[in-house]
C-alpha cells in the first residue's frame, strides 16, 4: 500500500489550516524548498493542483501574506517569521520528510506533518516570548513538586495545555497534579545547564570597572559597572531571556506563593524586566568600548577556576517597581531553537 503524505499549515492567529498531500519526492528536499515552491506559489495555482475548495484560496493568500515580501522580483522571507514542525523548530535545510509523522488512527499509510507559520507581527512575537517564559516558569514550579489547586486550575490551563501539546507535563490522577515528563526533563536540564553557561561566561562581566584610559580595565573591583547587558549583546544573546533563565537557575521566585497569579500578570514581567530595561546597551556605550571589554573579559577568564553557581543578580528591586510597560515596548525576541520548545 503506497503512504499518503499530507502536510497540514496553519498560522499562529488560529485563522484556518490548509491540507496539502504531497507526493515522496516533494517532502524529500529541504523544508525551505517546501515553503517557497509550495506555499510561495500563487493562491489559484495551488487550489488548482492540488483539487483544494475554491475558498481554500483566501487562507493561502494570508499565509503568503504573513510569510512572505517581495524585493524586486524576488520572494523573500520577512524577517523574524519562523516555522514550527508538529510543536517543534523546523530546520530550514532539513529534509521535509524528517517531520511526517505516522497516524495510526487514520485508515492506510497516513503520515502528516503538522506546520505552523509564526508570524513577525511584533505584538504576536511578543506574546509568545511571554507564554514560553511562563511555560518555562511551570515547568520549573511542577519540577519541585508544586500541587495544583482549585484556585489556579483555570489560571494555569493555558500554561498546561501548552506544555503539555509539547510533551513537557502531563496530569497524573493519582497525585491530582501535574507532572514533568521524561522530555520536560530534557527540557528543564537543558534550561539550568544554558544558565550555568552564562554564569560562567558571564558573570565576570557583572563588576566592571573602566579608567581613564579606555584601556585600562578591572573586573571584581567592587567599584565597578554591570556590563552583560552590552556584553550579552555583543554576542547575540537575549538579554531577557538571559535575565529571567538566570532567575529560574538562582532559585529567585521559588518563596512566591502565588506564583500561578504573578506569571500572567504583565506588570510582574515589567517588574523583573525593568533591570535590562535601564541597563547600558552596546548603542550607549559604543560597540568598540564593548568589544574591548569583552576581549578584556576573554583574557581574565583564561585559566580562571570555575564560576559560581549563583548569578549574582541582585534581586530586592525586582519585585517592588511600579509599572512601566516596557516589556511590551521594547523586548529582546530570541531566535535561539531552544525557547521554541515552549512556544504556545
Known amino acids: 500500500m503506497a503512504s499518503t503524505y499530507l502536510v497540514e499549515v496553519s498560522d ?33 495555482k ?8 475554491p475558498s481554500d484560496a483566501r487562507l493561502l493568500a494570508h499565509l503568503r501574506e504573513i510569510i512572505f515580501t517581495q524585493e524586486g522580483r524576488e520572494l523573500v522571507i520577512r524577517d523574524g517569521v519562523e516555522f514550527e514542525a508538529n510543536h517543534a523548530p523546523l530546520d530550514p535545510d532539513a529534509q521535509l520528510e524528517e517531520y511526517f509523522l505516522p497516524r495510526p488512527d487514520r485508515p492506510g499509510d497516513v503520515h502528516i506533518c503538522e506546520i505552523e507559520v509564526l508570524s513577525a507581527d511584533p505584538d504576536r512575537a511578543r506574546f509568545r516570548q511571554m507564554r514560553a517564559y511562563q511555560v518555562m516558569f511551570a515547568l520549573h514550579e511542577f519540577k519541585r513538586g508544586y500541587q495544583t489547586t482549585m484556585t489556579d486550575v483555570d489560571t494555569l490551563r493555558p500554561l498546561t495545555e501548552a506544555a503539555e501539546a509539547k510533551g513537557l507535563l502531563r496530569f497524573d490522577l ?6 514533568v515528563t521524561p522530555a520536560g526533563e530534557n527540557a528543564y536540564q537543558s534550561l539550568i545547564a544554558e544558565a550555568q553557561e552564562l554564569i560562567r561566561r558571564y558573570d565576570l562581566f557583572s563588576d566592571v570597572d573602566i579608567g581613564a584610559d579606555p584601556s585600562e580595565i578591572r573586573f571584581g573591583s567592587g ?49 523583573i524586566f525593568a533591570p535590562i530595561e535601564n541597563a547600558p546597551a552596546i548603542d550607549s556605550l559604543g ?3 564593548c568589544e ?20 549574582g543578580i541582585p534581586t530586592e528591586t525586582y519585585l ?19 525557547w521554541l520548545l515552549f512556544l504556545a
Not at 495551488?46 to 475548495?53: D, I, N, T
Not at 493519582?174 to 507532572?179: D, G, L, N, P, R
Open 46 to 53: 495551488l487550489v488548482a493542483e492540488h483539487g483544494l475548495q
Open 320 to 338: 517592588d517597581g511600579g509599572y512601566s510597560g516596557a516589556y511590551y515596548r521594547n523586548p529582546f525576541i530570541d531566535n535561539s531553537l531552544w
Open 12 to 44: 499562529d492567529s488560529k485563522t484556518g489550516k490548509i491540507v496539502l498531500p504531497l507526493s515522496r519526492p516533494a517532502i524529500q528536499r529541504p523544508a525551505v524548498q517546501f515553503v517557497f515552491d509550495v506555499l510561495g506559489q500563487d493562491p489559484d
Open 292 to 311: 574591548r571589554v569583552f576581549d578584556a573579559g576573554k583574557a581574565e577568564l583564561q585559566g580562571a577556576p570555575p564560576g559560581p553557581a549563583r548569578s
Open 223 to 271: 567599584l565597578g559597572r554591570d556590563l552583560r547587558v552590552p556584553v550579552w549583546e555583543l554576542n547575540g544573546i537575549n538579554p531577557f531571556r538571559a535575565r529571567f533563565v538566570l532567575g529560574l537557575n538562582d532559585g529567585e521566585w521559588d518563596a512566591l506563593p502565588d506564583w500561578p497569579q504573578r506569571i500572567v500578570s504583565p506588570r510582574w514581567f515589567d517588574e
Open 287 to 289: 560597540r568598540p568600548l
Open 174 to 179: 493519582s497525585k491530582t497534579t501535574f507532572v
